[in-house]
């Protein structure tokens, strides 16, 4: 049985990127605001957690509920 391991690696990752964010307002047009790590705001499909709640956001779309664990930021 030949097995090419570039497409069985490449089969473990995920094809889309996943943020992290907090949603901060609950829009009328089925979107909600989410707030990043960064400080920068913008738009994901999706209405079904309250403010303040934090999300995963995957292409553009609210994917789940993260946990909240605290984060922080170490310099080398």
Do not use: C, Q
Not at 2 to 25: D, K, M
């Amino acid at each position: 049985m030949s097995t090419n391991l570039a497409l069985a690696f490449r089969a473990l990752v995920p094809s889309e990127a996943r943020s992290y964010g907090r949603v901060i307002a609950i829009n009328t047009d089925g979107t909600s605001t989410v707030r990043g790590p960064s400080g920068a705001t913008y738009r994901a499909i999706g209405i079904a957690y309250p403010t303040d709640t934090p999300v995963w956001i995957v292409a553009g779309k609210i994917d789940g509920e993260a946990p909240d664990l605290p984060m922080f930021d170490i310099e080398v």
